[in-house]
């Protein structure tokens, strides 16, 4: 749906309804057709290459607009260019509708490759761009499966590539309408049941292009991305005359093209805040190794470090060509003023930070933030380890556990009701014997959010046992009116 996105983004606060049925129009030749459709005018039966007279006689008060490739285009590339500064270092346009993303050696920053995909489409759900996305051992692959199977998101184990693809249509493959037709009337639909036709007779009837698409997409032909490069990016570059492959000579060039980049950090005034290794090997394959910080940095020594700790994820092959180091993402970097002998140097943690989110992920490094809620569950969230303070404080009129479960656990008590705390309660199949309590602290549902919460209630406990644990309790209604909740008792969290 990307021009009708990219329509509906540019007009923002005035664009009318997106459950108006809205097509673009263009021309092929000297008709009027129907370039790109809709969400609502897509459901109606409308579709990219149809007349736009029989769009108009299917779909009375259809809103038309006229199609602009160009910026359709250029929009497109302004998107990938984000995508390549949130996501990975190599990312090109897939035109017309379309990205392509090298996953190699990012995706641990996102959790892992479902993690990378899911949050992919969130963000762009979230700016009201309808996508797609598939991940596949092949840019063909990935192309097929994002169109044809992922509803949003169709992710293949690796070696899988040929029984993915087997059901899918033979449009999948990027070929030409004419030869798609007329593989349809040789009785072909499917691509699996290309995949294992003797390939001479198919390349004297269609020429290379089919039997080249069909190895592009089940990976036996590579097709290398050529990565965006905005213009004004921070970037150093080395070729070499004899192709590298010991990890000890690519530390040592490492080493060669950090300080070159922190000295152009430097004579700009910022750091960097993503920086990107990528290195060309002598069969024309990409390895990409990203780096993120938590705050911006310009140190060779700390720098260095952090990509070296890296090595061992480059797969050299027969040999690196050339070596890119990329400052993605920068952020001004003033000088600062030394610490006085009279005053303590503040300790720095951002490299220990950014250590720890290069191996395990930006979503393993995290600080905790008070969120102004009475319910637990919501009353905190997850922030960067180095993000100002926000300014909300903790509440100290009730203490809370240092430990709260992911989600409160039922167990079973025995309890005088409205307001005693219970006499034991067993909870996971082990009986603990309450020595001492302390309660009820009532809390209220927040009825501005669901309807549900208008009349709900909770009385929390914290109790101890006797071996001296203390567990935090609490039972869902007043004990009283079965409106306010289902009387059960849950084990929340717990103290020290």
Known sequence: MWPVDRLQRQAGDCAPSVDAPLILAGRDGRRRVVIAAGPTAHALGLRAGMSISKAQALVPGLR??????????????????????????????????????????????????????????????????????AMADSWGAAHALARFAADPVRRTEPGATEMALAPLPIEALRLPPATTEALRLLGFTRIGELAHQPRAPLTRRFGPELCRRLDQALGILAKPIA??????????????????????????????????????????????????????????????????????????????????????????????ETMTLTATLTEPLAQKQADSLLEPAQPDLSGLIDRLVNRVGQGGVYRIAPVASDVPERSTRRIPALAEPTGAGWPGHWPRPARLLPRPEPIETMALLPDHPPNWIKWRGIRHRVLRADGPERIFGEWWKRDAELSAVRDYFRIENEAGERFWIFRAGDGEDATTGSHRWFLHGFFG
């Open 64 to 133: 038309i607009e006229p199609a602009d490739p160009q910026a359709d285009l250029e929009s497109l590339e302004r998107l990938a260019l984000w995508v390549m500064q949130r996501f990975s270092p190599i990312v090109a346009v897939d035109p017309p509708d379309g990205i392509v993303i090298e996953t190699t050696g990012t995706d641990h920053l996102h959790g892992g490759e479902p993690a990378m995909l899911e949050a992919l489409i969130g963000r762009l759900s979230l700016s009201g761009i309808t996508a797609r996305a």
């Open 227 to 320: 990565p965006l490069r905005p213009e004004g990016l921070i970037e150093i570059r080395r070729n070499f005359a004899d192709s590298i492959a010991a990890r000890e000579t690519i530390a040592r060039y490492i080493g060669k093209l950090v300080p070159r980049l922190c000295l152009e950090l430097e004579a700009k005034g910022v750091g960097a805040r993503r920086l990107d290794l990528i290195c060309i090997r002598s069969d024309n394959q990409i390895e990409a190794v990203r780096v993120g910080l938590a705050a911006p940095q310009r140190d060779p020594k700390h720098l260095t470090r952090l990509f070296c700790d890296r090595i061992e994820t480059i797969a050299p092959g027969y040999g690196i």
